[in-house]
């Protein structure tokens, strides 16, 4: 038998923090060599010209979520996490949402057996706290924790989820109590009540006016709002995609405080703005997500933001609807106004790509922040590393070949979603992702899934280190 079940040869291997030539034994699905002259292998794998990287982690995607009357999300797992490895994804983490009434344990069942036997790459849930009733609190959440399910989301916005400050006040106590990481959506649930009901008033419905009805202050105010909170309890918190300056601006003053407060942001908001949601007829639908893609000095901040290290995740927030479908965008009452439009985008393929495309090859970042904001701190700040997250002796064999010099324009086809489209229709991308390898099998190889579904696993997590449990 020969040493290693594989060995890709002659790449460029790139960390969060180094960039070398050498090759990769995997055995049993781990890394369990690196170097040169590796000897025998039962596959070779091909990787001169190329780059590997540990595989992307995407920690803010969702999947199979129930959406409201009649609304159906664009991707199940199945094909979620097909699209996922075409965009060089080895791990995606979907959120599993509480019902009001239900408990978390009937939730998390629901979301197992929609995943199991479904995925390509592997997944781990974190869990959406929209009734945090006494039982929730005291014995769920905490249960659940020590189960691994050790990050949970909370929203301060939309209809059915928005926790109030004592609400959010009580779930962050359990999470220093457990050692959990609290995610927090930050957007003020009454301000945008107050200017969806003006705007519709006022007969402003097309889907730009969602930018409308959202504008920065909403965020910012929220942001604000979640740290302090945060700081009252002594516990950290991750704001998740975070789309403008000034909502940024109010996690560097808190990190430069010294507290534990972190911060993602996603592809919309580096390379989409609100005038997308102009388009003709209904097509600014396509772009209708929360918080909504700003202006270019957004833009700016938000990269600002990936190159200081202020954000230290970057995420797809892939939550896709299909446009030209009742069931999606274009349901009847969406037609009549924005309120109805179903909000998210798809993007879990287009992610890295973008990133790489955008950030390292225009040279605002280099490959291994590149390493860090698409994979390791990822599996870092949510209890995966080192087993994810890295190329190292011991890891888990999830590699994604890149072609650096691949060059194309994105459209939808390339990218294995449900949806029927893409917002990022027409960019021109340089870099691109050639194979995935999960836990070491192959995926995906030139655009085109490998083997069947199911070898994807969901993954129960350690304690974040950037979190530790604490006395009340
Ligand atoms: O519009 C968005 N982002 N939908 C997904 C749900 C969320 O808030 O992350
Ligand atoms: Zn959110
Ligand atoms: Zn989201």
Redesign the pocket.
């Known amino acids: 038998m020969p040493p290693f079940d594989t060995i890709i040869r002659g790449g460029t291997v790139a960390t969060a923090s180094d960039t070398f030539a050498c090759d990769i034994g995997i055995r049993d699905g781990r890394i369990a060599a690196l170097g040169h002259d590796l000897g025998e292998a039962g596959e070779t794998i091909d990787a001169a010209g190329r780059l590997v990287l540990p595989g992307g982690i995407d920690s803010?995607?969702?999947f199979a979520q129930a959406s409201g009357p009649g609304i159906v999300m664009a991707d199940g797992f199945e094909t979620g996490t097909r699209s996922a490895a075409f965009g060089g994804n080895t791990t995606v983490m979907p959120?599993c949402v509480q019902e009001k009434g239900q408990s978390l344990r009937e939730a998390l069942k629901q979301y197992h057996a929609k995943a199991d036997g479904q995925c390509h790459v592997d997944v781990s849930f974190h869990l959406v706290i929209a009734d945090p009733t006494e039982q929730v609190l005291g014995q769920e959440l905490p249960a659940l924790v020590a189960d691994g399910y050790t990050s949970f989301?909370v929203f301060m916005t939309y209809e059915g989820m928005a926790l109030n400050d004592r609400e959010m006040l009580e779930v962050m106590a359990v999470a220093r109590r457990t050692g959990a990481l609290v995610m927090v959506?930050a957007e003020n649930f009454d301000a945008i009540k107050f200017l969806v009901d003006r705007l519709e008033g006022e007969g402003h419905v097309a889907p730009r006016f969602h930018a409308t009805s959202r504008p920065i202050p909403v965020e910012r105010e929220a942001t604000h709002r979640a740290i302090s909170l945060a700081e009252l309890v002594d516990v950290p918190v991750m704001i998740?995609?975070v789309s403008n300056g000034e909502a940024m601006e109010e996690i560097r003053r808190a990190q430069a405080k010294g507290l534990k407060v972190y911060g993602e942001t996603?592809t919309q908001y580096l390379v989409l703005t609100e005038s997308d949601l102009d388009g003709l007829n209904m097509e600014g639908a396509k772009y209708v997500?929360s918080p909504p893609p700003r202006d270019k000095p957004s833009q700016e901040a938000c990269w600002r933001g990936l190159e200081t290290g202020v954000f230290s995740v970057f995420?797809s927030?892939?939550?896709p609807f299909r446009y030209d479908d009742p069931a999606g965008k274009l349901n009847p009452k969406g037609r009549t106004s924005f309120r109805w439009v179903p909000n998210?985008i798809p993007g879990v393929a287009a992610r890295l790509p973008i990133l790489f495309s955008e950030g390292v090859v225009k040279g605002r970042i280099d490959l291994n922040r590149f390493v860090a904001l698409s994979s390791t701190n990822h599996a870092k700040t949510y209890g995966l590393y080192p087993r994810k997250g890295t190329i190292a002796v011991g890891a888990d064999a999830d590699v994604a070949i890149w072609d650096p010099d691949r060059r194309l324009t994105l459209t939808h086809d390339l990218l294995g979603d449900g949806s029927d489209y893409t917002p990022y229709e027409g960019m021109e991308i340089t870099g691109w992702p050639v194979l995935t390898m999960v836990r070491g099998r192959v995926v995906m190889r030139d655009g085109a899934l490998v083997g069947p579904k199911g070898h994807g696993r969901h993954l129960e997590r350690a304690l974040s280190p950037l979190a530790a449990p604490r006395a009340a």
């Open positions: 803010h995607v969702h959120f989301k959506h998740v995609h996603c997500c995420s927030d892939h939550c998210g």
